[in-house]
Nanobody, 115 residues
Framework: QVQLVESGGGLVQPGGSLRLSCAAS????????MGWYRQAPGKQRELAAV???????YYPDSVKDRFTISRDNAKNTVYLQMNSLKPEDTAVYYC?????????WGQGTQVTVSS
């Protein structure tokens, strides 16, 4: 079992920055692929960023060059640095941990980008 707790969400103006954190407990953090997903009202959950065990990352075009995912295996934590935020980035952001046969989600943290 893995427990995931997100933090760092909030209200930010367009063009601003936020850093989300996801603290993991309960298993060997380093063996999991970690990801951030987001879900806006009325829309499906979508991938925002992913980082695999070796540290390689992937971003969809919608956030590329603005978002950066990183992980600290010593602290069992994954981060999402979000810069140049846009109103369309408004969503609940969820942390995800997965490996073959296992898939875990956090409770989500709200990010609102508005002036």
């Amino acid at each position: 079992q893995v427990q995931l707790v997100e933090s760092g969400g909030g209200l930010v103006q367009p063009g601003g920055s936020l850093r989300l954190s996801c603290a993991a407990s309960g298993s060997i953090f380093s063996i999991y692929t970690m990801g951030w997903y987001r879900q806006a009202p009325g829309k499906q959950r979508e991938l925002a960023a992913v980082i695999i065990r070796g540290g390689s990352t992937y971003y969809p075009d919608s956030v590329k060059d603005r978002f950066t995912i990183s992980r600290d295996n010593a602290k069992n934590t994954v981060y999402l640095q979000m810069n140049s935020l846009k109103p369309e980035d408004t969503a609940v952001y969820y942390c995800n941990a997965r490996r073959p046969g296992y898939n875990y989600w956090g409770q989500g943290t709200q990010v609102t980008v508005s002036s």
